[in-house]
């Protein structure tokens, strides 16, 4: 039951931030009828897609109207970043709205096959806090945040679920760790699964709308995650079938855009069910990807991939509209991050985050208002292989990869070539400083997490690598850093 105190409380606030924002962006209705209505919401996240993987972001060889659709109406951020690069560790900050590294589920790089670790259910999430707020909420797609019986969608939050749990599904056969899950039921389904979670994300749409509820519907592909079947590949599922989904003797360019094109179409499905309901004015629709590209993406103008905290591996499309209150057609500067958008959708519900659990991102909505001045951030990762370390603050990039450091202006050389740490010697010790001081405040890495780095016998543009010792990397407390040795 929500009553009616919480109502007017969360009135309050959604009129505060929405006052604030219209102030910022000129729009004059901002306290009207339409816009007093709780916005709905269709977070779709797209699973290792790159930087440059849909044509609204430069790439020329297969076309995304649907996603380009999305970008048409609302806001396009070329400086998105994920939080990891690599997809539950992501996952947990998305839905949490505070870096991975809080939670021991967030040292999982990914998780991968342990059953003690997972979201821990009375963690306050995105999907909870907007269910308290009168929200209905459903997941559709990837979990990838803990197995039953411990953990769940269902017990994080969502009313509903349809979907895998691990990490990998193949698109025909359904089976990986994970399977294909109703709620906590498992199911069998013939189907191609990028089909199969469109459909389902149409229902849901189409059920939310007739009981007029305000919704959540968090629809996280697979796509374009290995393995490599595009629509019609069956052949390819067989072949892997009772073998390794990674597939490193499968897949082309060709399939990759193909496997893209069908997630586009689904989204069009979608976006086609809202228009329908006469929804799409007041509806939030997010698109992004939870990492960098993998082994086919198009990471351009970035180098690296996932697994790697250069660019390519953490830079990300990044793409919200919202008819009603955001400005269309547009891009921005702003520098955003996986884990701003709980506090972006909170604010846009009127509600916040549990106080007990800040958030560390932040509220973009101010930023979106049309010719907003984007936001001074200062950003932090690190990645248990190879040792990587990372820090944003303005331009400049503090990098560390094994025993290798570097400093780049990312905004003039977005490939990371020229390392400018001699160079400019008082940003790249300020950076350093300022990581160990924010990674003081994290939980340390261990030993017993796993992560996951590409070797040179899998990838050949990786000549060299060598498998991860997935040892932990905790620098001493108030000891010279390494970079400071000489």
Known sequence: ?????????????RNAALGAFAIASGMEDAFGQAASRLPNIVFIMADDLGYAD???????????????????????FLQAYANSAVCSATRTALITGRYQYRLRLGLEEPLAGNPNVGLPPGHPTLPSLLKKAGYGTTLIGKWHLGELPKFGPLESGYDHFYGFRGGSLDYYAHTAVGDLWDDDVPVHQMGYLTDLLGSRAVEVVNGYAKSRQPFLVSLHFNAPHWPW??????????????????????????TYQRMIQEMDLQIGRVLEAVDASRL?????????SDNGGERFADTWPFTGRKTELLEGGLRIPAIVSWPAQIPQGRTTDQVAISMDWM???????????DARFPSDGMNLLPALARNAAPTPRKLFWRYKANAQRAARDGDYKYLKILDNTFLFNVVEDPMERANL??????????????????????????????????????????????????????????????????
Request: aromatic content about 4%; glycine content about 8%.
């Open 54 to 76: 849909v044509s609204c972001y430069g790439r020329p060889d297969l076309s995304t109207p649907n996603i380009d659709r999305i970008a048409a109406n609302g806001v396009r």
């Open 229 to 254: 079947e595009a629509p019609g590949d069956e052949a390819e599922s067989n072949r892997l079938r009772g073998g390794n989904l990674r597939d490193y003797d499968g897949g082309t360019q060709k």
């Open 421 to 486: 740490k001699e160079r400019h010697k008082d940003i790249y010790d300020r950076l350093v400083a300022e990581w160990n001081e924010w990674n003081a405040a994290m939980l340390p890495e261990i030993d017993e997490s796993h992560t996951d780095n590409f070797t040179g016998d899998e990838l050949a543009d990786h000549i060299g690598a060598q498998p991860t010792s997935g040892k932990a990397d905790n620098p001493a407390p108030q000891a010279t850093p390494p970079e400071r040795v000489r």
């Open 1 to 13: 039951m929500v009553h009616t105190s919480d109502v007017s409380r969360r009135t309050l606030l």
């Open 280 to 288: 799409t004015e007041n509806t939030i629709v997010i698109f992004t």
């Open 343 to 353: 506090p972006t959708l909170l604010a846009a519900a009127g509600t916040a985050p």
